[in-house]
T-cell receptor, first 111, second 113 residues
């Protein structure tokens, strides 16, 4: 069965520091993978998606993620954190008729 | 292009009542998905509608039901409300039947007292 695991329910970084949010997937077939962001009291916004076209995927707001089949990972990174990046981030894998989400990682950014 | 819209923003009901939540997908999208985001339980798939038909449902009891209208908007009904139904209910739409890229609305916060 396909699933995703997010390591670390909370991540704290200083403004300007590297952001690294971890996601590992389990899939018997090439997966479609996604990162979503949820700001307080809002819905989910799609950050980026991987659909096998390129292993390094660039998304909105300066985020990117690299698909590594050998490590079954799809970690999300941003070179320099901004205060406005504070939110909850969800990794998800697409099965034919639904998204399966990880448990989420709350990112805190300190000045 | 207008995004996915949901109404109401907040809904307060008492245990045993019925709740109706509404969703309008992005124009041109035929698939609508419902998810429940309950505290401590994460995001759980509820229902998928496409072309007016229920295509799949998650592991929820039958008192969670819904429908999709000819204009592709959708309703989620929750009967015999229980306290643990309190959650954020998110609707998403997709241009292709079968998931893949989904666009989410802002959600309806349902509180059951």
């Amino acid at each position: 069965a396909q699933s995703v695991t997010q390591l670390g329910s909370h991540v704290s970084v200083s403004e300007g520091a590297l952001v690294l949010l971890r996601c590992n997937y389990s899939s018997s077939v090439p997966p479609y993978l996604f990162w979503y962001v949820q700001y307080p009291n809002q819905g989910l916004q799609l950050l980026l998606k991987y659909t096998s076209a390129a292993t390094l995927v660039k998304g909105i707001n300066g985020f990117e993620a690299e698909f590594k089949k050998s490590e079954t990972s799809f970690h999300l990174t941003k070179p320099s954190a901004h205060m406005s990046d504070a939110a909850e981030y969800f990794c998800a894998v697409s099965i034919t008729d639904k998204l399966i989400f990880g448990t989420g990682t709350r990112l805190q950014v300190f000045p | 292009e207008a995004g996915v819209t949901q109404s109401p923003t907040h809904l307060i009901k008492t245990r045993g009542q019925q709740a109706t939540l509404r969703c309008s997908p992005i124009s041109g999208h035929t698939s609508v998905y419902w998810y429940q985001q309950a505290l401590g339980l994460g995001l759980q798939f509820l229902l998928w509608y496409d072309e007016g038909e229920e295509r799949n449902r998650g592991n929820f009891p039958p008192r969670f039901s819904g429908r999709q209208f000819p204009n592709y908007s959708s309703e989620l009904n929750v009967n015999a409300l229980e306290l643990e139904d309190s959650a954020l209910y998110l609707c998403a739409s997709s241009p292709l039947a079968g998931g893949d890229e989904q666009y989410f609305g802002p959600g309806t916060r349902l509180t059951v007292t």
